[in-house]
């Protein structure tokens, strides 16, 4: 067994946001995402077919969510639950920062 390090091994440069898939099985998913100043496109929504529960680790950022127009800011230690079919967006992360993510999808 091998151990690594959630906030190790980030690109200097990162000019897309960085999603690796850390273990799995079945339809479970455990991924890290790293994200610098990143954000969803205008107009696109996230419209997944899993459920997802996402925390933040490192950094800032704030989720909108289409239903009610909702903004949901997340600071370091929040985490949050987003049924299947939840439309949702990356608003923004911290552009001076990493803002680390640690997401399972089941």
């Known amino acids: 067994m091998e151990s690594s390090n959630l906030f190790t091994g980030i690109p200097a440069d990162l000019p897309q946001e960085l999603m690796e898939t850390l ?4 339809r ?8 610098r100043g990143h954000a969803s496109p205008p107009g696109f929504w996230y419209d997944q077919d899993e459920h997802e529960w996402v925390a933040l680790l490192r950094g800032s950022a704030a989720l909108r969510f289409e239903n009610g127009d909702r903004l949901l800011e997340l600071a370091e230690g929040d985490f949050v639950n987003i049924p299947a079919h939840e439309r949702h967006r ?7 920062m990493e803002t680390v993510w640690l997401a399972v999808f089941y």
């Open 28 to 35: 479970v998913r455990i991924e890290r995402i790293v994200s």
């Open 23 to 26: 273990a799995g099985a079945g």
């Open 90 to 96: 990356v608003e923004w992360t911290a552009a001076d």
